[in-house]
């Protein structure tokens, strides 16, 4: 099992610009979700997902996810801005308790 | 949102030495979660604790879930230098949720 896999590891965007962090994850779980991690800030949830087809938001504005199947779980960022500067952690768990963390995308945004 | 508040936020041990830290929230928790960060990785689970005063250990980490539910504690015996890193919390209830401490830094000295 490759367990959750992250791309790109590193990406800088233009302010405007849009992207799509990737998140993929072999182990059949349920529950996805997405958090970004600020150095004194800890991990903030940005999006979950309990199962293929759902999808909750936790912050607004500035992403989207889509959970078209149980494997992937995208994230996108429709117009960067600076604040977004981040890394962007992925996890999967079985039922959303034990929750098993990809790699992290670093992003920033000019 | 429900906040934990983990302590000490850094460490500065000689190796050898054993270490402890702990987290604390004012909610009950169903679950309490260990995970430790590598500098440019995602977060790696190390103990997942599912019941009030469950004591579980994994080689030289020990951590217990508090009697009360609002607490948890883990302890590294006999430290090494890789156990450098960010060591977080995170809790969970009923919604599947999870919610982080901001981490703790341990940094080992030779």
């Known amino acids: 099992n490759a367990g959750v896999t992250q791309t790109p590891k590193f990406h800088i965007l233009k302010t405007g610009q849009s992207m799509t962090l990737q998140c993929a994850q072999d182990m059949n779980h349920g529950y996805m979700s997405w958090y970004r991690q600020d150095p004194g800030m800890g991990l903030r949830l940005i999006y979950y997902s309990a199962a293929a087809g759902t999808t909750d938001k936790e912050v607004p504005n500035g992403y989207n996810v889509s959970r078209l199947n149980t494997e992937d779980f995208p994230l996108r960022l429709v117009s960067a801005a600076p604040s977004q500067t981040s890394v962007y952690l992925c996890?999967?768990?079985?039922?959303?308790?034990?929750?098993?963390f990809g790699p992290g995308t670093r992003l920033l945004v000019l | 949102g429900q906040q934990l508040n983990q302590s000490p936020q850094s460490m500065f041990i000689q190796e050898g030495e054993d270490v402890s830290m702990n987290c604390t929230s004012s909610s009950i928790f169903n679950t309490w979660l260990w995970y430790k960060q590598d500098p440019g990785e995602g977060p790696v689970l190390l103990i997942a604790l599912y019941k009030a005063g469950e004591l579980t250990s994994n080689g030289r980490l020990t951590a217990q879930f508090g009697i009360t539910r609002k607490d948890s504690f883990l302890n590294i015996s006999a430290s090494i230098p890789s156990d450098v890193g960010i060591y977080f919390c995170?809790?969970?209830?009923?919604?599947?949720?999870?919610?982080f401490g901001k981490g703790t830094l341990l940094t080992v000295n030779p």
């Open positions: 996890a999967s768990s079985y039922r959303g308790e034990t929750q098993y």
């Open positions: 995170g809790s969970g209830g009923s919604n599947y949720k999870l919610t």
